[in-house]
């Protein structure tokens, strides 16, 4: 079984700050990771996605990944209450598409 | 566009009824996948498609499930007979070819969640 590691949390952080999530993973074959949030009661939506080591910027999110580590992570700057929701990190499996999710990491931002 | 469609919304069902679940995915989308999510577990991959064909049912928790793509605009899963440990949200997502917009998004239907007593 490929693991995914997420703190499930929650993380608490205060509007405006930076929250951190993290995520580890043991598929040293992923080539692509993925970051998808999800609000209580719906469904997924993709925030990023990441294919090359170093840092991928937009907007107000920015994924790091590091390919050695085994080890991606998820930075949301100048958070908002409307950011509180679960974060599923998933490496991408051979057809490339998020296949193996983690069990995600519940954020919370207090205004 | 509408969006991934899944029917029905909830469904409340015995224990030993079959169960059938129905997702029409976004038009052009060649690849369609389903998951399961409880809490224990998290969202698990059961089986995905690509151009109507199964591609991996490893996901697959037993010969009760199966799942069905007869065209491009349809897929059930069902279950058969049901029992509660199935009870769970069931997502149904689809994605363009890969590569196609450099995202690899998959857009995810609204689920169906079921409940076997």
């Known amino acids: 079984q490929k693991e995914v590691e997420q703190n499930s949390g929650p993380l608490s952080v205060p509007e405006g700050a930076i929250a951190s999530l993290n995520c580890t993973y043991s598929?040293?074959?992923?080539?692509?990771f993925f970051w998808y949030r999800q609000y209580s009661g719906k469904s997924p939506e993709l925030i990023m996605s990441?294919?090359?080591?170093g840092d991928k910027e937009d907007g107000r999110f920015t994924a790091q990944l590091n390919k050695a580590s085994q080890y991606v992570s998820l930075l949301i700057r100048d958070s908002q209450p409307s950011d509180s929701a679960t974060y599923l990190c998933a490496p991408g499996g051979n057809s490339g598409y998020a296949l193996n999710f983690g069990k995600g990491t519940s954020l919370l931002v207090t205004p | 566009d509408a969006g991934v469609i899944q029917s029905p919304r909830h469904e409340v069902t015995e224990m030993g009824q079959e169960v059938t679940l129905r997702c029409k995915p976004i038009s052009g989308h060649d690849y369609l996948f389903w998951y399961r999510q409880t809490m224990m577990r998290g969202l698990e991959l059961l089986i995905y498609?690509?151009?109507?064909?199964?591609?991996?049912d490893s996901g697959m928790p037993e010969d009760r499930f199966s799942a069905k793509m007869p065209n491009a605009s349809f897929s059930t899963l069902k279950i058969q007979p049901s029992e509660p440990r199935d009870s769970a949200v069931y997502f149904c997502?689809?994605?363009?070819?890969?590569?196609?917009?450099?995202?690899?998004?998959?857009?995810f239907g609204p689920g169906t969640r079921l409940t076997v007593l």
């Open positions: 997502a689809s994605a363009l070819p890969l590569g196609t917009g450099g995202r690899n998004e998959q857009f």
């Open positions: 990441i294919y090359s080591n």
């Open positions: 598929d040293r074959g992923s080539q692509s």
């Open positions: 498609f690509n151009n109507n064909v199964p591609i991996d």
